[in-house]
């Protein structure tokens, strides 16, 4: 995989290291963009795409008879 090298703020860099538990602010940058694609991923995967909006739409009702 190809690496990419990105310049942070130093408090950034230490937020995310706390945040993360790590000792190593490459690492901790790294955990914290996986965990951020992974919660993107379930979440999309709970509330599904457009095409899913058939699923949730309520039926529509005629004029009421009577």
Do not use: W
């Not at 310049?7 to 940058?29: F, H, K, R, W, Y």
């Not at 951020?36 to 709970?46: H, P, V, W």
């Amino acid at each position: 995989m190809a690496k990419v090298t990105v310049t942070l703020d130093a408090d950034l860099a230490i937020e995310v290291m706390l945040l993360s538990g790590s000792g190593n602010p490459q690492d901790a940058v790294e955990l914290i963009v996986r965990d951020y694609l992974a919660r993107g991923r379930r979440t999309e995967a709970r509330t599904g795409d457009p095409a899913d909006a058939h699923r949730t739409a309520r039926p529509q009702r005629g004029p009421e008879e009577g």
